[in-house]
């Protein structure tokens, strides 16, 4: 199984993205999805995440900008990105996780580079 991300790219401070991530195939028993980033010299950090229950959360640093959604059949995921920011810039990662029996087994994306330029 693949997830792909695409819709990164280069914009201006204040402008907007909207990133997309889909799975080369159905994957069953999905428990959460989400959106991190990294950027060069920190460690990746969770941006926003459906958890169990179609929960959300989002990190502070993007409340109010950036908006988590999925499609009805739950194989492609979005990232609304708005009034962006220099300091959004970075790699972006979707990360889905999925019940296996007691266990948790995490997809991880290629990740698409996100720029904003001041």
């Known amino acids: 199984v693949q997830l792909v991300e695409s819709g990164g790219g280069l914009v201006q401070t204040g402008g907007s993205l909207r990133l997309s991530c889909k799975a080369s195939e159905n994957i069953p028993d999905i428990i959460g999805m989400g959106w991190g980033r990294q950027t060069p010299g920190t460690q990746r950090e969770l941006v926003a995440q459906?958890?169990?229950?179609?929960?959300?959360f989002y990190a502070d640093s993007v409340k109010g900008r950036f908006t988590i959604t999925r499609n009805n059949a739950r194989d492609t995921l979005f990232l609304q990105m708005d009034n962006l920011k220099p300091e959004d810039t970075g790699v972006y990662y979707c990360?889905?996780?999925?019940?296996?029996?007691?266990?948790?087994?995490?997809?991880w994306g290629r990740g698409t580079q996100v720029t904003v330029s001041s």
């Open positions: 459906f958890t169990r229950g179609s929960r959300l």
């Open positions: 990360n889905w996780h999925q019940r296996v029996g007691d266990s948790v087994v995490d997809y």
